[in-house]
C-alpha cells in the first residue's frame, strides 16, 4: 500500500515509519509513505501557506495554491484509486470499519490541516473524504494522520505476521476486546480465570466472547446497540450480567 501525507511538519509525521508496526510494514516492502509538505508549493520568499479569513475572526486560513500543488505531488505518486482524506473535526469520525475500508485499497493520501482549516474551495475541489478521529480540538492534523496510518497499516495481510492478531482485536467485531492476562498465575492475590488454563479451546472462546460482550453492554453501550445480537450473543450477555449481579 502507498500512503501519501501532505503536511506542513514532515519530520513529525516521518516519524512513525521508523517504529512499532508500519516501521516493520515499511522495512518489509509492505507500505510505502511519502510526504509533502505545502511550503514546497509556494512562490514568496516567506513560503507563506496561510492568510487571514475573508470576513474577520481569529486565526488563519491555510491557503488553496499551496495546498493544490502539495497534494497533486502526493496524487501523482499515489497509485489510481488513492482518495484525498482530509483530516478535519468536521468529517465523519473514523472508526474500525474504515479502517478496514481503507486497508483494501491501493493508496489513500491524507491531508494534515493547520490553523483554522483551509480554503473551502481547496476542500469543494480536491478532497474526497474528510475524517475526523473524535470530537476534540488538536493543534493540527498530524496526530490523526498517524492514527490513520497505525490503524489501517496493521490490517495489511501479512503485516502482524499473524493475521489472527489483528482479527481478534477491539471493534473487529463491533466488540471491545476480551481482558487477557499472562504469567504469573497469581498476582497479589489476584488469579488468572480457571477457564483459561483449562486447556478446553471451546470454552476459553466462548468465555472471551462473553467478556468481550459484558465489557461492551458496561464500557460503551452504544456500540451494542448497532449489533443485531445473535441468540448465543444475547444469552452469553445475560450470563455475563447476572455473574455480576451475584
Known amino acids: 500500500m502507498h500512503i501519501g501525507?501532505?503536511?506542513?511538519?514532515?519530520?513529525?509525521?516521518?516519524?512513525?515509519?521508523?517504529?512499532?508496526?508500519?516501521?516493520?510494514?515499511?522495512?518489509?516492502?509492505?507500505?510505502?509513505?511519502?510526504?509533502?509538505?505545502?511550503?514546497?508549493?509556494?512562490?514568496?520568499?516567506?513560503r507563506t501557506v496561510d492568510d487571514r479569513p475573508y470576513g474577520g475572526g481569529p486565526g488563519m486560513v491555510m491557503k488553496y495554491a499551496p495546498l493544490a500543488g502539495a497534494v497533486a505531488a502526493a496524487r501523482e505518486r499515489s497509485p489510481a484509486g488513492s482518495p484525498v482524506v482530509y483530516l478535519s473535526p468536521q468529517g465523519r469520525v473514523f472508526d474500525q470499519a474504515a479502517a478496514r475500508r481503507y486497508a483494501r485499497l491501493p493508496g489513500l493520501v491524507l491531508l494534515a490541516g493547520r490553523y483554522e482549516g483551509v480554503d473551502e474551495r481547496f476542500i469543494e475541489s480536491q478532497v474526497d473524504e474528510e475524517l475526523s478521529i473524535g470530537d476534540f480540538v488538536l493543534s493540527g492534523g498530524e496526530v490523526a494522520a498517524m492514527a490513520v496510518i497505525d490503524a489501517v497499516v496493521r490490517l495489511l495481510p501479512g503485516v502482524?505476521?499473524?493475521?489472527?492478531?489483528?482479527?481478534?482485536?477491539?471493534?473487529?467485531?463491533?466488540?471491545?476486546?476480551?481482558?487477557?492476562?499472562?504469567?504469573?498465575?497469581?498476582?497479589?492475590?489476584?488469579?488468572?480465570?480457571?477457564?483459561?488454563?483449562?486447556?478446553?479451546?471451546?470454552?476459553?472462546?466462548?468465555?472471551?466472547?462473553?467478556?468481550?460482550?459484558?465489557?461492551?453492554?458496561?464500557?460503551?453501550?452504544?456500540?451494542?446497540?448497532?449489533?443485531?445480537?445473535?441468540?448465543?450473543?444475547?444469552?452469553?450477555?445475560?450470563?455475563?450480567l447476572k455473574e455480576q449481579r451475584q
Not at 514532515?10 to 511550503?39: F, H, K, S
Not at 504469567?183 to 483459561?196: A, Y
Open 5 to 46: 501525507v501532505v503536511t506542513l511538519f514532515p519530520d513529525m509525521v516521518a516519524t512513525i515509519a521508523d517504529y512499532g508496526v508500519v516501521g516493520r510494514a515499511r522495512r518489509n516492502a509492505l507500505v510505502t509513505l511519502d510526504i509533502e509538505n505545502p511550503r514546497d508549493y509556494t512562490s514568496d520568499v516567506h
Open 160 to 240: 502482524l505476521g499473524d493475521d489472527e492478531s489483528a482479527a481478534q482485536d477491539s471493534f473487529m467485531e463491533g466488540l471491545l476486546d476480551c481482558p487477557h492476562y499472562t504469567r504469573p498465575e497469581e498476582i497479589e492475590g489476584r488469579n488468572v480465570p480457571d477457564v483459561l488454563l483449562s486447556g478446553d479451546h471451546a470454552q476459553i472462546a466462548r468465555w472471551r466472547l462473553k467478556q468481550a460482550l459484558g465489557r461492551t453492554y458496561e464500557r460503551r453501550p452504544d456500540l451494542v446497540e448497532k449489533l443485531e445480537l445473535s441468540d448465543e450473543q444475547q444469552a452469553l450477555l445475560d450470563e455475563y
